[in-house]
């Protein structure tokens, strides 16, 4: 996804547009062939500058004709607790939303292209802590970013080639950060059980020790593996990273060219997962699985809309199906499985 569009979208509307009871209370059922249990799905809808969290038992979401499909929305546009952050320039095309669990709360992590980068209480759209990186221009992009135990945040960056972690535990507009250097760094993710942070980038899945104080952390290069080879004389280009909900240990891993998971302990890259074939194909933007009924869900482009990333369908494997949003602009889903 290019990281700059010579574009001003209209404002999406301001701060909470639906808060629902919290996490517990997204109970689903069946209907429209959709499985019991399955979870509310999360999206960056660029096309409203929104987070969407969507009832999962409506194949068809069309929030403008129906507002109920909306389980709880955000955007910072209008909202005086993000205000520093100047998301009328910052918050444009939301790049990133995953839902974590942080001592007995539950917030989402979320980044836009022109700079914007929050960690947001849900459901009361609070502000944890927030940055403003490079508001409006291309020397950053934030593309992704994760919650450590002690309450400090990982940035990955994408064309700014780094990975930032930020003293975030230190206040709602903590700046102080240790970075390291990482080609088209694309995502982030916690590794509890090994206790290190792993970033994924253009050429390699990177893992780095974290040290220091909460107050002045340090990031180090401990290890790297180079992703699968896609098209010959091409950069495998990483783009998600995301753990296996029902494999624990495992990470999923997309790339310019197919969906992979990666085994810590061999240190290899695997295709054996279930419905491989309908789930691993080009440029698939994220990939994540429901422990409970088993499906996966993907999101990939599709042709003849307004940003050449964007979709309106999530596509929905094992069993194969799909969500369709109508006039979307999404680029990211997520099951609502708070981590």
């Known amino acids: 996804m290019p990281s700059r569009r010579a574009v001003v979208l209209g404002a999406a509307g301001a701060g909470i547009g639906a808060a629902l009871p919290a996490t517990r209370a997204y109970a689903t059922g069946g209907g429209d062939g959709v499985p019991v249990g399955t979870p509310p799905v999360l999206l960056t809808e660029q096309a409203t500058r929104r987070l969407l969290v969507l009832d999962p038992r409506r194949r068809v979401w069309d929030p403008e004709a129906d507002p109920s499909v909306v389980r709880w929305a955000f955007s910072p546009v209008g909202d005086p607790r993000y205000e520093d952050l100047l998301p009328d320039v910052s918050w444009v095309y939301p790049c990133e939303a995953k839902v974590r669990l942080h001592r007995r709360r539950t917030y989402v992590l979320t980044t836009a292209s022109f700079g914007f ?69 694309h995502a982030l993710h916690w590794d509890r059980a090994r206790q290190v942070l792993r970033a994924l980038g253009d050429d390699e899945l990177v893992t780095y020790a974290v040290g220091g104080t909460a107050a002045r952390p340090t990031l180090e290069r401990t290890d790297a593996v180079g992703l699968p080879v896609g098209t010959p004389g091409k950069t495998p280009g990483g783009h998600d990273l995301f753990p296996v909900a029902g494999r624990r240990g495992r990470l999923w891993v997309t790339t310019n060219a197919a969906v992979f998971q990666y085994e810590p302990k061999g240190r290899v890259f695997v295709q054996d997962f279930a419905g ?22 993907t999101t990939v482009p599709e042709p003849g809309l307004g940003e050449t990333w964007w979709t309106t369908t999530v596509s929905v494997h094992r069993p194969e199906s799909a969500y369709k949003l109508v006039d979307g602009g999404i680029y990211k889903a997520r099951w609502w499985l708070p981590y």
Do not use: M
Request: net charge positive; hydrophobic share 40%.
């Open 117 to 185: 980068v929050a960690v947001v209480e849900h459901p009361t759209g609070r502000r944890y802590w927030g940055a403003a990186i490079g508001p409006g221009d291309d020397l950053f992009n934030p593309h992704s970013a994760e919650i450590l135990p002690d309450g400090n945040v990982a940035v990955a960056c994408s064309t700014g080639a780094r990975v930032r972690l930020y003293a975030a535990s230190q206040g709602p507009r903590a700046t102080r950060f240790a970075e390291a250097e990482l080609k088209g760094a």
């Open 276 to 297: 491989a074939a309908e789930i691993s194909r080009k440029s698939v933007k994220a990939v994540g699985d429901d422990p409970r009924t088993g499906q996966v869900l």
